[in-house]
């Protein structure tokens, strides 16, 4: 089985923008996908979900305020017992102290001192009786109004309860499918590119897949044939076998979108990829540190072919210096090359790939 390196280029620039955007709900591209595809069975599944939850409120609703009308009763009976027995109490002490008469000037004085505080207080007390009674069931009151007023709410506009309590939710769902669809070019290429992988994974082990090859230069390489400095090349997949390297770009395009001209020909790109990969592979400093075996005819370079493939539909005609293909087309392409390295120039070649693009 091909052994395979890294994730393909097109999904981790997804997952990075998914998490650039705080969208964690997706372990795959395939729940990506099947989010898009059913985003409005999400949306009905969601209405319907706060549908029930508001049924539910507007049950225990039904349940609790006749409860809550009935505690703020018993409560209100309660503390007018309580009030009424502590008013009577100071009238029956006011009675007694009444009734102690006392030639004493000075108990005189203190007794009516006490009378004039008893007096004070029952009147106090018979003056803010309903006011005690209203506060001690003013808690209950209060949940009974605010339950009450959401009781009619619910049963004057159900539907409109029903949106307010999903509204959050289906902003977020809203958003979330906005951020996603303007990802769709990144959905697209990362099918394609996991196409390619899985198809080429068939492969056996003596071949080497490196997705997302990335690479920047410090010093810029010189391509004096088209006099292009290039600073850094990307390519989705290089191959290495033993037949050579080959460079893949996939695309997952429509035949509409292969005539688009505002979509740019990946020929170009493909083109200064090899030329850099072939630049390094094949300076002295390279062919040093790989140890290809010698030939007696010379020292051996690493060819590179040049592979554009396309998932859906192909241009027609051919391409100077690059070959392009369907999915279909890809394995019998690669397989039809004849071995021109041994399983351990083709690591080696492979192991270099690797840490140039690190």
Known sequence: MCKIYNTVGSLTTLKSELDRNKISDFKSLKEVMVFQ?????????????????????????????????????????????????????????????KGNTSKNI?????????????????????HNFEQEVEMSIG????????????????????NEAVKRSASGVLKELERKKTVIDGLNNYIYGAIGEQKVVKTLGALNDDYFLINDFDVSFSKAIYNRHENDYIKSVQIDHVL?????????????????????????????????????????LNSDRSSYQLHLDNHHWGDKKISIKNLIVLT???????????????????????????????????????????????
């Open 312 to 358: 859906t539909a192909k241009p027609k005609g051919e391409f100077q210096h690059v070959k392009i293909l369907t999915l279909n087309e890809l394995l019998s392409y690669v397989k039809y090359f004849k071995p021109v390295y041994s399983s351990a120039e083709t690591k080696r070649i492979a192991e270099m790939i690797l840490w140039i693009n690190k």
């Open 106 to 126: 000075f108990k005189k004085i203190r007794c009516a001192f006490k009378n004039w505080g008893y007096v004070k207080t029952i009147k106090f007390k018979e």
């Open 139 to 158: 808690n209950l009151v209060q949940d009974y109004r605010i339950k009450n007023n959401r009781s009619q709410f619910i049963n004057s506009y159900f």
């Open 240 to 280: 290495v076998g033993p037949s050579g390297i080959f460079l893949i770009e996939t695309k997952n395009w429509s035949e509409k979108s292969i005539e688009n001209l505002n979509l740019r020909s990946p020929v170009q790109q493909i083109k200064r990829t090899s030329f850099a990969l072939f630049y390094l």
């Open 37 to 97: 595809d059913s985003y409005p069975n999400h949306i009905q599944q969601l209405i319907s979900h706060h549908k029930n939850l508001i049924e539910q409120e507007k049950e225990i609703l039904s349940t609790d305020l006749p409860q809550l009308k009935m505690a703020i009763d018993i409560q209100k009976q309660e503390k007018s017992q309580v009030l009424t027995i502590e008013i009577n109490q100071l009238k029956e002490q006011l009675n007694i102290s």
